[in-house]
């Protein structure tokens, strides 16, 4: 079992930035695998940002360059500049022993004005 709890979230003008964190607790083996989702309203959950089983990253292609993931261990971040009104969702954390995540933080929202 793994617990994730995201913070960072928070209301932004567009161009802005904001860096999410999320913290992670639990078996270290359920967490090979961390990234970040979103959901806006309407819209299906997607993908945002991922760490990948070999310790690359793979990023949604609306990130465009603007979005950075890292990590350090049991804790994964998601530095978020030039935001747009189109990046305002619920952000999610995620965790896995593989690709595909288990695991989901409660998400922390995101607002961009514009």
């Known amino acids: 079992q793994v617990h994730l709890v995201e913070s960072g979230g928070g209301f932004v003008q567009a161009g802005g930035s904001l860096r999410l964190s999320c913290a992670a607790s639990?078996?270290?083996?359920?967490?090979?695998?961390m990234g970040w989702y979103r959901q806006a309203p309407g819209k299906q959950r997607e993908l945002v940002a991922a760490?990948?089983?070999?310790?690359s990253t793979k990023y949604a292609e609306f990130v465009k360059g603007r979005f950075t993931i890292s990590r350090d261990t049991a804790k994964v971040y998601l530095q978020m500049n030039s935001l747009e009104p189109e990046d305002t969702a619920v952000y999610y954390c995620?965790?896995?022993?593989?690709?595909?995540?288990?695991?989901w933080g409660q998400g922390t929202q995101v607002t961009v004005s514009s």
């Open positions: 760490f990948l089983l070999d310790g």
């Open positions: 639990g078996s270290i083996f359920d967490m090979l695998t």
């Open positions: 995620t965790a896995g022993p593989t690709g595909a995540p288990r695991y």
